[in-house]
């Protein structure tokens, strides 16, 4: 069982930037996967980046919108993953949602509200 908890959504405006956590606990961090997802108002779900397990090479993979302006890690020792958003835009807006991922193995946190406006 693992549980997640995001931090750091908020207001920011357009050309700004955040960074996000993910603070997981209650199993062994290092072998997950680890993703961010957002959800808009109105919209499905989607993928804004995911990194692999240490043991798989920690690598990182980004929606095409996302490239050259998201950035997504991971700190092993605090158990914990981040999101740097900069550049946002106002469509960036959504609810972002940490996951982590073991095999069929899938545990989403709670969510953090990210709104993008003037």
């Known amino acids: 069982q693992v549980q997640l908890v995001e931090s750091g959504g908020g207001l920011v405006q357009p050309g700004g930037s955040l960074r996000l956590s993910c603070a997981a606990s209650?199993?062994?961090?290092?072998?997950?996967?680890m993703g961010w997802y957002r959800q808009a108002p109105g919209k499905q779900r989607e993928l804004v980046a995911t990194?692999?397990?240490?043991?798989?090479?920690?690598?990182?993979n980004y929606a095409d919108s996302m490239k050259g302006r998201f950035t997504i890690s991971r700190d092993n020792a605090k158990n914990t993953v981040y999101l740097q958003m900069n550049s946002l835009k106002p469509e960036d807006t959504a609810v972002y949602y940490c996951?982590?991922?073991?095999?069929?193995?899938?545990?989403w946190g709670q969510g953090t509200q990210v709104t993008v406006s003037s």
């Open positions: 996951n982590a991922a073991y095999g069929r193995v899938i545990y």
């Open positions: 209650g199993s062994i961090f290092s072998i997950y996967a």
């Open positions: 990194i692999t397990s240490i043991t798989s090479g920690g690598s990182a």
